[in-house]
């Protein structure tokens, strides 16, 4: 879905790497040369990575080591999933949109076809379970990519700033 949003130039990938290169280029160009590398590492897509599971500095897939549950750290590179600070934001704002999304539905289906009970029990709990897992586990790829994404930049600022 999101290469199809991509095609048609609704969904554009966040860059973060460029407004640092601008800020490096803008700042002290001549004190640290070695960071204004013409072909700075590529950051793996925030979108892409996160729906993947993948780590978000290599990009590799192994983020979760339960359905929802982070992995200690990345097999490939290292990085310490345990000191992002993710929280349960993501999961009571999920509540509320997996909720609207299943009752607009089930109240269609009970306006239109009055179907019994249990059809409705079949349906609607295993679908809000599903809906909500996948995208809680979606929603916490994001923000540890975008916590993962400040810190380095973060960082980067610091030590721009850091004395000559
Ligand atoms: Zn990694």
């Known amino acids: 879905m999101v290469l199809a949003l991509r095609r048609r130039r609704l969904a554009v990938p966040v860059h973060l790497d460029l407004r640092l290169g601008q800020q490096l280029r803008r700042g002290s160009a001549g004190q640290y040369p070695a960071l204004i590398d013409p072909a700075p590492p590529p950051t793996p897509d925030l979108l892409l990575t996160a729906l993947r599971g993948g780590c978000p500095r290599c990009g590799e897939a192994g983020l979760f080591s339960g359905v929802v549950t982070f992995a200690p750290r990345c097999r490939h590179c290292g990085l310490d999933f345990a000191s992002f600070n993710v929280g349960d ?76």
């Open 89 to 164: 934001g993501a999961a009571s704002f999920l509540i509320f949109i997996v909720g609207g999304i299943i009752l607009g539905l089930a109240l269609w289906l009970e306006l239109s076809f009055a179907p019994p009970i249990w059809l409705h029990a079949l349906l609607w709990i295993p679908l809000a379970t599903g809906l909500t897992l996948g995208l809680l586990r979606l929603a916490k790829a994001i923000l540890i990519a975008m916590e993962y994404r400040h810190e380095a930049a973060a960082a980067l600022s610091e030590a721009n700033d850091g004395p000559d």
